[in-house]
């Protein structure tokens, strides 16, 4: 493992090197945003120019975490300038414009071997298939959301997403939902997954929004990711409304992989806690309950949904009582070290989720946060203990336990 040091040196060395005037979009607290050319920073106001051109002046304290770190690698700014102000949620604020979902005259046929049709809705960054009658419009609402939560947040997230869209698929019909699990076990074991395969087979009629390889010629044709996303269709009228909670959690944590690089539980201790916990504090944060299920072919019963943590207004409560009597102590290592579902249980689950809510609570550790993910995407693991509890300003990591154990008990966690 690279040091900390050495590896925040190289990435602003990067980041002057190749981002110093370039045209970019600047976003606001209150979630507008332009396409703008920095041109100066002085005594807390940023100096920029559109491509019109036009000159605007805005103070940097109403800019996104993201913008302002911009200003701190490029413009000189100095590095407190990050932390000032309130914590915003970016995905609330957001602001789409009229015409942000358009229906495509192209139709996609899935992997060019399904007599399923479907119907195409393309946004800025996804592109949307459906079929029998499902209107995606709130779940392309919420995808954008909380895309924009992310680029407000962390700033190379734009970048790390280029141009490509990302595929959703919605399938209105269980035979061609199966369709695509069988497609999907054989894409993985052509792959050489075959373990991850086997586990597809076994939990794929369980699974809400498993994620698939994109069909390569599906992948070319519309500048598709090399991943996307299935949703099993419960109730067409959830897709119509914006911030369901379960697909919420699911467009979170999709947006996280991304931006993290897609670490993997065998090359990154301690991504799997902080993936889940990360998906359920923004279903919790943004829908104020919980109503996904995480299983593993292990268990037969729902693991998030047991007695005293049966949905997300109830775990924070829940989890305050058994710290507060010493049935349950957060312990960093601990957490970290779980690997997957099937090591899982409500409190280990819930302990997760108040570990992601913690780094999250103010704006000084939410850019803290950036900074973690930051060097996740470019080391490809996880910091160590020691690493990850300095990262938030902590000597030890007992000290950073101890920290967000007070945070548990405070009324801030609810």
């Keep these: 493992m690279k040091p900390l040091k050495t590896t925040l040196l190289a990435l602003i060395a990067t980041s002057l090197f190749s981002h110093a005037a370039d045209f970019r979009i600047w976003t606001s607290l209150k979630g507008t945003s332009i396409e703008a050319q920095f041109v100066s920073y002085e005594n807390g106001e940023v100096k920029l120019t559109t491509k019109a051109p036009k000159e605007i002046k805005l103070k940097a304290s109403t800019l996104s975490i993201a913008d302002r770190q911009y200003l701190i690698e490029v413009a000189g700014a100095k590095g407190d300038l990050i932390f000032k102000g309130d914590p915003s949620v970016p995905e609330h604020v957001y602001k789409k414009p009229k015409d942000f979902i358009k229906k495509l005259e192209q139709t996609m046929s899935f992997d060019g071997s399904s007599d399923a049709v479907f119907t195409l809705w393309e946004t800025e960054h996804y592109l949307l298939g459906v079929t029998r009658g499902v209107k995606p419009h709130g779940l392309a609402e919420t995808a954008e959301a909380c895309w924009h939560g992310m680029a407000s947040q962390h700033y190379e997230f734009r970048k790390n997403w280029g ?82 909670s379960y697909q919420t959690h699911v467009i979170c944590g999709d947006l996280f992989v991304l931006q993290s690089d897609g670490v993997t539980k065998v090359e990154g201790q301690g991504y799997f806690a902080l993936s889940t916990g990360h998906s359920y504090y923004k279903e919790i944060k943004l829908t104020k309950k919980t109503e996904t ?122």
């Design 163 to 244: 141009t490509t869209k990302k595929l959703i698929l919605i399938p209105n019909d269980k035979a061609l939902y199966q369709a695509i699990g069988t497609y999907q076990v054989v894409a993985l074991n052509k792959a050489g997954h075959a373990d991850h395969a086997n586990n597809v087979k076994a939990t794929w009629d369980r699974v809400g929004a498993p994620s698939i390889i994109t069909p390569e010629k599906e992948k070319e044709e519309f500048k598709l990711k090399s991943n996307a996303i299935v949703f099993q269709v419960k109730d067409k009228k959830d897709f119509r409304k914006d911030f369901n």
């Design 293 to 414: 299920h995480l299983l593993s072919k292990e268990y037969a019963d729902d693991i998030s949904s047991k007695s005293g943590f049966k949905d997300g207004t109830s775990w924070a409560k829940t989890l305050q009582k058994l710290v507060k009597k010493g049935e349950v102590k957060p312990d960093l290592v601990r957490i970290l070290n779980i690997k997957d579902a099937s090591e899982l249980d409500p409190e280990k689950l819930v302990t997760m989720y108040s570990l992601s809510y913690y780094i999250q609570s103010s704006q000084k550790r939410i850019a803290n946060y950036a900074t973690l993910v930051r060097l996740v995407n470019s080391s490809n693991e996880i910091p160590e203990p020691a690493e990850f509890a300095k990262i938030f300003g902590f000597e030890s990591v007992e000290a950073f336990q101890n920290d967000w154990i007070e945070f548990i008990k405070s009324r801030s966690f609810k």
